[in-house]
């Protein structure tokens, strides 16, 4: 259930922890009996242990989750981020200028779009600090490309992530959105303050009703 800060960096390859990057492991299923396996390491080894991490990890979510059905998602101990967040997420290139980030946003009806480099996650950029790094370059800034801009830090976590321990960070790193990457090193969707928000404001019409 790991919680990451990326710092402000250009957008060159990835800015993804570590942890998050996918790793390449061999195809388990055309194993033949007489192939030889290297325990101390091997690409077999490496997809099995992954796959059995994968799987208990997803039992556990589900065992948890069963066992707080009858609680309201605000109340529950234990909420995974997947259950909030947005799984519709925007990108652009990072030859993409501010100017094409402005548009993008402003057809979709969204705060946040996310930056890629050659395909992978370079970074997490949301309205209102594109308006401010507009104010600051000036009128030549709508044209600027990515590439050429420091881009600021952002929050990444993983789709079984308590929200409650997320939205505590997201306080107190002062950061809006999380983006929710999943097992292969991709985004998975996006959690923003707007979904606390929408979360923790139906619990009040259902509280007004009873």
Request: aromatic fraction near 6%; include cysteine; hydrophobic fraction near 40%.
């Amino acid at each position: 259930m790991s919680i990451h800060v990326s710092e402000p960096g250009r957008p060159v390859g990835t800015r993804l922890p570590e942890v998050f990057r996918s790793r390449r492991v061999g195809d388990v299923t055309e194993l033949t009996e007489p192939q030889k396996v290297d325990v101390s390491h091997s690409e077999t080894t490496d997809a099995e242990f992954q796959l059995a991490a994968r799987h208990g990890r997803h039992r556990a979510l589900e065992e948890y989750s069963a066992a707080e059905a009858g609680e309201p998602k605000e109340r529950r101990l234990y909420l995974p981020v997947s259950q909030i967040c947005t799984p519709t997420l925007f990108s652009l290139p990072a030859t993409a200028t501010v100017s094409d980030a402005l548009d993008t946003m402003e057809a979709n009806a969204i705060h946040h779009i996310v930056i890629t480099a050659e395909e992978n996650v370079a970074g997490l950029v949301d309205l209102r600090w594109l308006l401010a790094w507009l104010h600051q370059a000036g009128s030549r800034g709508m044209g600027s490309g990515f590439l050429n801009i420091e881009l600021p830090a952002f929050l990444t976590a993983s789709p079984e992530t308590d929200a409650h321990q997320l939205a505590r960070l997201m306080l107190a790193h002062q950061l809006n959105a999380a983006l929710v990457i999943d097992d292969t090193g991709q985004p998975a969707g996006i959690v923003t303050s707007t979904d606390y928000l929408r979360l923790y404001a139906s619990a009040g019409r259902h509280e007004g009703s009873v």
